[in-house]
């Protein structure tokens, strides 16, 4: 009976190998590639030891302790330790990525698509796809550790020698592997794919972020994700091969279950309920307003506690400022040249940046849906009710901005909040209001833009992610590589007085408000002239 | 008045000119069949009528007003149905259905209901799980549910089975039988032939024929299967008749229907033993003007 389940998964698994001929090398020769020049690249970016060792007191700081991990070595900063710290978590994390989508794909998404009732009806055992899936992707894992493990030997950098490459390797490999048994676990809970992928990304980000408080608070909580366990082989610095066990063994467990919940539940069923819908629609569906809010709903709740905890994770850290910087002696020559203003207020003003950056990408993910829905031709039937075209986009230009400023807001308040909860108190609460919420101008005018591209040149709207990435490499990166003025200047984020460092300057945010106005009427008028694409 | 009228309609798309001066006509009460072969621009000639698209040249009106810039006051007592339907996959039928009752100012809630009912949908099931026959019945239901005074579909029924077809047709004789009119865009010849009062062929963003269903036929040519007791002489050459086949003493052959006057006593000279005919169809009006088509041209071949 037991061998009966596995009846034909060779075939399955060549075959899968087959139809993802293409996407599994792409996967693993990205992957490599990206490991093997940013290694060739310290080697080149670092010339000797000093340079190597002052940038290790530059990551000595919360925020990218939270980022990347606390790093070992850092009093020996050496290219493997670099290596260890400033690649090895961000890697792994798309190495899970990779996983969970191969995994989603050849299960719930084969079913879903209903293809897996096909393979059912062939003499293949019942667990046969789900085990091909299996060795598949761990396969391919396995390959990418080797792969990655020898690549990085075989540069023969100092520092990086064999054995610290094969558990580098190891280490992503581990990652992918965890998370693909995870996955076949998950995509036996939902009816959905897209409810599959949803579910074990929201879990892949949570041992993210577990390991970032954990990193930042309290080093015990790091080691229940993943992502601790392979930063606690301290690889390049002191090899230690047993934290890569715990990934393997939750692993296997995992797959234990996953092949349990299949056994029980019926091809194309999930284990979690669907519920039935609503055959009327509630109050608030009744409007286009009340359609646009609802068809957003859920994505602005979960970015909304994604801002919070962004923000809260960033002021938890704040109150740490001083105490890491004035370890560091370089780094307090270096910021306290501004006189009269505590590190604290710096580095808050230099968040704030960044934070208003992230929150302008929910406003624009929503304004852009716009344009998403007239390429799913669903504007069509909208507009042949009696609603017009201006009315449409107003609604989405507002909700866009709702959206931004919501989100900002949102940001600013979990880092206020948490910063006025854990510093003892020298900046007040409405400093950090202040500080966040002057970015508002400047997100609608990314929101104005993206409304004129709208209007003019639906294709290319897109763009606007450019300019947004322009933005926050001149905002954020500007004081360390000294671009030329204007640089700065065309991009609104660049035109904000940088509270509470500089003064407040009304003439700016005010002018930027106009801007933004501006923008979306112009194009709104653009919009009502142009035709509905289907 | 008539409800709905374009004139010299043309639209380009970059060179390539979709439309090449529409002139249709549908007026009150009438059901009007717009049939033609794909990409000839039906789709197109609707989507101006909406106001989704502004017309290079030649103008469009409903209700006497311009449908560009009047499109809100004229989508007030107007119901469209699009042969493609796309849905918002996370809402169920029933919430789009209620959703596009509110648009147009409320729905009454039993006929609603009984449209749900004769069309056999499941409202309460999401968006991303229906078929395209699914789809197209909710935008169906929302549609008659409407009370409208005009209604444009657009090739309605693509997707729905022969049974679900019948529904809709009762759908639409009803509606006429109240009162109101519709444009009908279809390519489904039997369905334009049950419902329409008058039809416009378009071909390449034209219109090549338009008129009533009796108006069309004269251009058609009735099927004759005949049998006589002597052989009947001169058949082929007799003004108006074609593609004559003789098999012992019995002749299959077509006549063009203004001619069928002067051929039938012709032939009955020769003493009738049977006699089969067949109506000209829509069909054979379609497949002629695109036998043309395919004749122009493989001439050059
Ligand atoms: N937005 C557009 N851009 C370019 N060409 C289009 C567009 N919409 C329609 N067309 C072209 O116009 C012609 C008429 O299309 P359509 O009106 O959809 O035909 P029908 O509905 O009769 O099948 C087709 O050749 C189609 O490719
Ligand atoms: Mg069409």
Redesign the pocket.
């Known amino acids: 009976m037991a061998q009966q389940r596995f009846h034909q998964t060779g075939i399955l698994t060549r075959f899968i190998i087959k139809r993802d001929r293409l996407r599994l090398p792409i996967w693993l020769i990205a992957l490599l590639i990206t490991s093997l020049a940013t290694a060739w690249s310290f080697t080149d970016l670092y010339q000797n030891e000093q340079e190597r060792q002052s940038i290790a007191q530059t990551m000595i700081n919360p925020a990218t302790t939270a980022m990347i991990g606390p790093g070992h070595g850092l009093d020996n900063y050496t290219f493997g330790a670099m290596m260890a710290h400033q690649m090895l978590g961000m890697t792994a994390l798309v190495v899970g990525i990779m996983s969970i989508l191969l995994v989603v794909r050849h299960t719930r998404a084969q079913e879903e698509d209903g293809r897996l009732e096909l393979v059912h009806s062939l003499p293949t055992g019942s667990l046969a796809n789900l085990s091909a899936t299996l060795i598949v992707v761990v396969g391919l894992n396995i390959l990418l550790a080797l792969a990655t493990g020898f690549g990085l030997a075989s540069l023969s950098i100092e520092s990086m020698d064999l054995e610290g490459s094969l558990m580098y390797g190891a280490g992503l490999g581990a990652v992918g592997i965890f998370f693909a048994a995870l996955t076949t676990c998950l995509a036996q809970l939902t009816e959905s794919s897209r409810g599959a992928i949803g579910l074990a990304i929201a879990m892949l980000i949570g041992a993210y972020l577990i390991r970032a408080i954990g990193d930042v608070s309290n080093e015990t909580l790091s080691m229940f994700s993943p992502f601790g366990w392979i930063q606690a082989t301290e690889v390049y610095v002191n090899d230690i091969w047993w934290p890569l066990l715990l990934p393997l063994v939750a692993a296997f467990i995992f797959t234990a279950l996953a092949f349990q919940l299949n056994v029980k539940r019926d091809v194309e069923a999930g284990l979690l309920p669907t519920r039935a819908g609503r055959s009327r629609a509630s109050f608030l569906l009744q409007s286009v307003p009340g359609l646009v809010f609802r068809l957003q709903r859920t994505s602005l709740i979960f970015w909304g506690i994604g801002m919070l905890i962004l923000g809260a994770t960033y002021g938890s850290v704040l109150g740490e400022t001083e105490v890491f910087i004035e370890d560091v002696e370089m780094m307090q020559e270096f910021i306290s040249a501004e006189a009269g203003l505590s590190l604290t207020e710096q580095f808050l003003a230099m968040l704030m940046s960044v934070i208003a950056i992230a929150s302008t990408i929910p406003a624009l993910i929503s304004i852009l849906r716009l344009k998403g829905e007239e390429k799913r031709n669903r504007l069509e039937q909208l507009l042949a009710h009696p609603v017009s075209q201006p009315k449409l986009y107003g609604t989405y230009v507002l909700m866009a901005l709702l959206t931004g400023t919501i989100m900002l807001t949102l940001a600013t308040l979990g880092l206020g909040g948490t910063a006025v909860a854990t510093i003892d108190n020298e900046i007040e609460f409405f400093t950090f209001m202040e500080a966040g919420l002057v970015y508002l101008p400047a997100m609608w005018v990314m929101v104005g833009v993206t409304a004129l591209l709208l209007g003019f040149m639906p294709k290319a709207a897109s763009v606007i992610w450019f300019y947004l990435l322009y933005s926050f490499v001149v905002v954020y990166m500007g004081g360390m590589f000294q671009f030329p003025e204007w640089m700065e200047f065309v991009s609104p984020f660049g035109n904000i007085p940088e509270l509470p460092i500089d003064e407040f300057n009304v003439w700016s945010v005010a002018l930027l408000s106009g801007l933004a106005l501006l923008l979306v009427i112009v194009g709104g008028m653009a919009y009502r002239r142009r035709?509905i694409?289907? | 008045m008539p409800v709905l009228e374009t004139n010299q309609l043309t639209?380009a798309?970059?060179d390539?000119n979709?439309?090449n001066g529409v002139n249709i006509e549908v007026n009150q009460g009438e059901v009007f069949g717009f049939i033609?072969?794909?990409?000839?621009?039906?789709?197109?000639?609707?989507?101006i009528l909406l106001g989704l698209?502004k017309a290079s040249s030649g103008s469009a009106s409903i209700f006497g007003r311009d449908t560009w810039k009047d499109a809100v006051e004229i989508h007030k007592r107007l119901a469209y149905v699009p042969?493609d339907v796309n849905l918002w996959p996370n809402l169920t039928g029933g919430e789009v259905i209620d959703l596009f009752g509110k648009l147009r100012g409320g729905i009454a809630r039993e006929r609603r209901d009984e449209l749900i009912e004769r069309f056999k949908l499941d409202p309460a099931k999401k968006c991303r799980t229906y078929s395209k026959g699914n789809r197209q019945k909710v935008a169906l239901v929302a549609a008659f549910a409407a009370d409208a005074d005009l209604y444009i579909l657009?090739?309605p029924t693509s997707g729905l089975d022969p049974l679900m077809e019948r529904i809709f047709q009762e759908c639409v004789m009803e509606a006429r039988s109240e009162g109101k009119s519709v444009l009908l865009?279809s390519h489904i010849l039997s369905e334009v032939e049950r419902l329409c009062d008058r039809v416009g062929i378009?071909r390449e963003?034209a219109i090549i024929e338009s008129g009533t269903l009796a108006d069309l036929r004269h251009l058609t040519r009735t099927q004759f299967v005949i049998e006589t007791k002597q052989p009947i002489e001169g058949l082929p050459s007799l003004p108006g008749v074609h593609d004559v086949v003789e098999k012992d003493r019995s002749y299959t052959f077509q006549v063009d229907s203004e001619h069928v006057e002067k051929v039938m006593p012709h032939i009955s000279k020769y003493g009738v033993v049977k006699l089969e005919s067949a109506p000209p169809t829509l069909e054979d009006l379609f497949m002629r003007h695109y036998e043309g088509e395919s004749v122009e041209a493989g001439g050059e071949s």
């Open positions: 035709d694409e289907g | 639209k798309f970059g390539f979709a439309l033609g072969p794909n990409g000839a621009g039906k789709s197109t000639t609707i989507r698209m042969g657009d090739e865009s378009i963003g």
